[in-house]
């Protein structure tokens, strides 16, 4: 079965700081990763896929196979990027595994 | 126009009550799903369909159940409401289900059902 963590809950950062949010997982199969992103009051949307290699508002992340991780990372925060994120794993099937999200807050 | 959208936003209704969540979505996408969201903020599906088909029912109540009249449309119905139920419903869309690593794998979400069971 597929499983997604986030270990940190929230987590806190000042302006320009670098940020780092952790998800692991757990797969049989060839993993498709995702981050998905939720700002106050708006929906949730996807943020980056493992497959398209980009960088969206200067966030990247790397899926790393031998330590079953897809960190997302920026290396200077914005306050505008404080909002809940979340990790997701997907199937052939079309279901998303979503890890337990974390809230991430950027202080000026 | 919002893409995928969900009525009503906000339902509050006491235990026992027999309540239904709706959802459109425009995007000319062939599946469909449920989410809940609970009070720790887990995301955990419930059902997903595909033109009109099941595909996905996780383990989930059979107070619980999905109705999909047309591929833009599903609809959520919930019998004998309990105080657990409490939670954001979220519907999504997707274009493309069978290749996750595809440009076209992902959800578009709706902006979510705040239901609190009193």
């Known amino acids: 079965a597929q499983r997604v963590t986030q270990p940190e809950k929230l987590l806190s950062v000042f302006k320009g700081a670098p940020v780092e949010l952790k998800c692991n997982y757990s797969y049989s199969g060839s993993p498709e990763l995702f981050w998905y992103v939720q700002y106050s009051r708006q929906r949730l949307q996807l943020l980056l896929r493992?497959?398209s290699r980009e960088s969206i508002k200067g966030f990247t992340a790397d899926l790393n196979k031998g330590e079953t991780s897809f960190h997302l990372k920026k290396p200077f925060a914005q306050e505008e990027d404080s909002a809940m994120y979340y990790c997701?794993?997907?199937?052939?099937?079309?279901?998303?595994?979503f890890g337990q999200g974390t809230i991430l807050t950027v202080h000026p | 126009d919002t893409a995928v959208s969900q009525t009503p936003k906000y339902l509050v209704t006491q235990m026992g009550n027999d309540k239904s969540i709706k959802c459109e979505q425009n995007?000319?996408?062939?599946?469909m799903y449920w989410y809940k969201q609970d009070s720790k903020k887990f995301l955990k599906i419930m059902f997903s369909y595909n033109n009109k088909e099941l595909i996905i029912n996780e383990t989930v109540p059979n107070r619980f159940s999905p109705k999909s009249p047309d591929k833009a449309h599903l609809n959520l119905h919930i019998n004998s409401l309990e105080l657990g139920d409490s939670a954001v419903y979220f519907c999504?869309?997707?274009?493309?289900?069978?290749?996750?690593?595809?440009?076209?794998?992902?959800?578009?979400f709706g902006s979510g059902t705040r239901l609190t069971v009193v």
């Open positions: 997701a794993l997907g199937t052939s099937y079309g279901k998303l595994t």
């Open positions: 999504a869309s997707s274009q493309d289900r069978l290749s996750p690593g595809g440009p076209n794998y992902g959800y578009t």
């Open positions: 995007l000319g996408h062939d599946t």
């Open positions: 493992h497959i």
